[in-house]
């Protein structure tokens, strides 16, 4: 296998070598690529440096996959070239997750609809990701009718020039914005761009992308993200409500069974999910799972999951390792 990583000196695309590397995917050779401003830079893998290239470069390589994490307008205009020269690509940025020609996939859900066809291949949002991964076994069971969902969302979420930011604002020095205002003791209510309807860009991708994943345009879903000062790892407070009544001990079983997800929830421990320990891991952690007393059918929960892992490289890996098993590469 030959693979590629656009975005190699990014937040994501760091973590996909991680993750690459933890995870023994079968590579013959890793071509690292990123901006021209990159070019030459050396990074580590497996112990040995490799040179960053172009990417016309990469192209020039014919690589078997590349991964994606260099952002939506990079995406739009150099994944159908990586697609014409017979490289997947699997993308992470927004470009091509509701272009109804490409699947939007989170292997655990949908891997089963990918085809050799699939040349070009969405990766979802980090907070629908988690979303998501913690919905679809209830909703196979009970059916969802609506969900409203209010995200606290890291700054490793907006790259490397947010991280920054933060840690510039701890230690009291100048330097770039990432956002309009400061994010150290904050919490912004403003996740990526306002659209007309006066949600974000981050909040419709929570509406659509979880619709299209789980099949079903009916779903319901209204969002709230917030950016709070956590380095690493979404929390989402989700209320969900079934057409279909549920026993709260058999949703905590149902979630239990699903690969992917771990249970956190003994309030006499005090054990619910937090970001900070969520940080470096690849699950979905589940808790504060309660049935909300104000209506029929509805469950509350806490979702927290690593954005840059799961969220991200993990989801990305996970679906090449998906492609090569299943000789759709
Ligand atoms: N952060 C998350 O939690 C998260 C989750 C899901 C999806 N994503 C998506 O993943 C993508 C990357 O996010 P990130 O957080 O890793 O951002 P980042 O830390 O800012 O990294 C951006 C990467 O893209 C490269 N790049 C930028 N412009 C390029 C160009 N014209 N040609 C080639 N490479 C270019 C950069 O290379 P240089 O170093 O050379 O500039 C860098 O490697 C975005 O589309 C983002 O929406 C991020």
């Known amino acids: 296998m030959k693979v590629a990583i656009v975005g190699a000196t990014g937040l994501v695309g760091n973590v996909m070598l991680k993750v690459l590397e933890e995870r023994n995917f079968p590579l013959d050779e890793l071509l690292l690529v990123a901006s021209e401003r990159s070019v030459g830079k050396k990074i580590k893998f497996k112990g040995k440096d490799i040179s960053v290239i172009s990417i016309p470069t990469a192209i ?6 590349a991964l994606f994490s ?5 995406s739009l205009e150099w994944a159908p070239k990586f697609a014409e020269v017979g490289t997947t690509v699997i993308d992470n940025s927004s470009a091509w997750r509701m272009d109804s020609s490409k699947k939007l996939i989170v292997p655990e859900i949908n891997a089963n609809e990918l085809t050799k066809s699939d040349k070009i291949i969405a990766n979802p ?3 629908t990701i988690q979303m998501v991964m913690a919905l679809a076994p209830l909703h196979n069971k009970y059916k969802i009718k609506r969900i409203v969902v209010s995200t606290y969302q890291s700054v490793s979420g907006t790259g490397v020039k947010a991280v920054e930011q933060m840690e510039n604002e701890i230690l009291g020095k100048k330097g770039d914005m990432a956002y309009p205002y400061p994010i150290h003791k904050n919490a912004i209510p403003h996740c990526d761009i306002f659209e007309d309807n006066g949600y974000t860009k981050e909040e419709m ?5 979880t619709q299209k994943i789980l099949s079903d345009r009916t779903i ?4 709230t993200a917030v950016r709070i000062p956590t380095a690493g790892g979404h929390s989402e ?7 279909n009544a549920f026993d709260i001990t058999e949703v905590r079983q149902l979630l239990s069974n699903t690969d992917g997800i771990t249970i956190q929830d003994n309030l006499e421990t005090n054990s619910y999910p937090m970001p900070m320990y969520a940080h470096g891991k690849d699950d979905v952690f589940v808790g504060r799972i309660r049935r909300d007393g104000s209506q029929p059918n509805t469950l509350n929960m806490w979702v927290v999951s690593d954005n840059l892992r799961k969220g991200a490289a993990t989801n990305t890996v996970q ?3 998906f492609l090569i098993g299943n000789a759709l590469v």
Do not use: R, Y
């Not at 020039?60 to 996959?65: R, V």
């Not at 319901?220 to 969002?223: E, L």
């Open 60 to 65: 020039e390589a014919k690589p078997d996959i």
């Open 220 to 223: 319901a879903v209204t969002a």
């Open 125 to 127: 949002n980090c907070s």
């Open 205 to 209: 991708k929570l509406v659509n992308e």
């Open 319 to 321: 679906i090449a390792e």
């Open 237 to 243: 407070a989700i209320n969900v409500e079934f057409e």
């Open 70 to 74: 260099a952002g939506g307008s990079t």
